[in-house]
């Protein structure tokens, strides 16, 4: 019942302030638990599963991993988002069309269900719209969605896969990025963390985690942002050449300057290294980054700042971060239909 509560208020808080914490009975050791639960708007708020038949679904895990959505041929969606390795690639910055240096940091689609907007900037509104970026960006799949229509229509598998779904709907690029998005929600995960588990009960953290959840809406500063929105911030990262303005490119106001979106932190000991520019290796890092109030301070977001945190406090704030860490299942390429 609590549980229900927790989804059904929880979109009243997602563009305004947190409440102050409604106190429930019974949490033990942490009083607001529940209180708490109300105000994690990125944690739940936006979390979305697919309800698409299991065909679309399976046509989506096809066109996912087929490099024949690229122009040349040799890029799939999976080539970025690896499946095995927590569906991003591992690396700092993505590799992008003849093994190119991108300027970002591939984003885990673990989280991609758990999201009102997608890429580190915002720019798409929807999954469909984030997967014709890709298939169309230069850089990456290089496909112009024209192309990409006339390669599947030649491909007889998808002809029929598409005619199976709705035989009077012609294919078009738009049921192709629907039904890769619908594989993407259907991705094999669970929300059984050890957090989930304790805002939902009020137990099944560690002391050691509890400490770091008190340092998290604490002194570290940490749930401002996280938990309370999806929203843009400048958090202080180094400048890299070229500079990226983040949002800015997007909305050019002050506030939105090198701004990025505030992720999602499920899973997120799983999606090393972090940041929109891959530049911090591990959590350790990233804490000490937030400890030093981030490196580069013009237009630096208003909560940034040094942070008074022990060794204790960082050892158990990095407990805590590993407290998201829920059940993942594993998706195996699909066979996929001959060239004819
Ligand atoms: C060359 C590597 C590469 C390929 C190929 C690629 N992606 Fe990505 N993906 C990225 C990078 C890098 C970003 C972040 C880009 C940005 O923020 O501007 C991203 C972001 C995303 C996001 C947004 C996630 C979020 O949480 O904001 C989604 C969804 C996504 N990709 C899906 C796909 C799909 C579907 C395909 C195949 C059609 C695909 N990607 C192909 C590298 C890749
Ligand atoms: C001012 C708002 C703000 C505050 C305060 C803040 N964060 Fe963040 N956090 C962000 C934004 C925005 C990003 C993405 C920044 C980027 O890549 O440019 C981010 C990124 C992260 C990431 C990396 C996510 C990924 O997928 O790469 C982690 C981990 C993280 N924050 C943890 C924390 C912790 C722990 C604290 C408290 C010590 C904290 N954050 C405080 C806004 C904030």
């Known amino acids: 019942m609590r549980l229900l509560l927790a989804f059904f208020l929880l979109p009243a808080f997602a563009h305004g302030a947190p409440g102050t914490g409604t106190k429930m009975e019974g949490e033990g050791y942490f009083p607001d638990a529940h209180g708490a639960a109300l105000e994690l708007g990125g944690y739940f708020q936006f979390l979305r599963r697919s309800t698409a038949t299991a065909e679309e679904v399976e046509l989506g895990r096809e066109l996912f991993f087929d490099p024949r959505l690229s122009r040349n041929g040799k890029m799939s969606c999976a080539t970025c988002h690896k499946p095995e390795l927590n569906w991003t690639d591992g690396l700092a910055r993505a590799r992008g069309k003849d093994a190119q240096e991108l300027t ?190 981030g490196d580069e301070h013009r237009y630096e977001d208003a909560n940034m700042h040094a942070l008074k945190l022990s060794a204790a406090d960082k050892d158990d704030l990095e407990v805590f971060l590993n407290s998201f860490t829920s059940t993942v299942g594993t998706v195996a390429p699909p066979r996929l239909p001959p060239d004819e």
């Not at 009077?168 to 990025?177: M, W």
């Not at 983040?246 to 997120?268: M, V």
């Open 104 to 293: 970002r940091n591939t984003p885990s689609l673990l989280t991609a269900h758990d999201g009102r907007f997608f890429f580190w900037d915002g720019r798409a509104a929807t999954l469909e719209e984030a997967a014709l970026t890709a298939i169309q960006n230069p850089k990456e799949m290089n496909q112009d969605l024209e192309g990409l229509v006339a390669k599947l229509k030649k491909i007889r598998g998808y002809r029929e896969r598409f005619a199976l779904l709705d035989k009077n709907a012609p294919l078009t690029a738009g049921r192709a990025a629907k039904a890769i998005s619908e594989f993407v929600l259907a991705i094999p995960r669970s929300e059984d963390s050890d957090f989930d588990k304790f805002i939902k009960t009020g137990a099944g953290l560690s002391p050691q985690a509890k400490r770091g959840w008190l340092v998290f809406s604490g002194p570290g500063n940490c749930r401002t942002c996280h938990f309370s929105s999806n929203h843009f911030h400048n958090v202080g990262l180094k400048e890299r050449t070229p500079p990226d303005l983040g949002r800015y490119a997007i909305d050019p106001k002050q506030d939105n300057w090198k701004a990025f979106k505030t992720p999602s932190l499920r899973n997120i000991a799983r999606t090393a290294p972090y940041m929109h520019d891959g530049s911090l290796a591990t959590l350790r890092d990233v804490i000490e980054f937030y400890v030093r109030g």
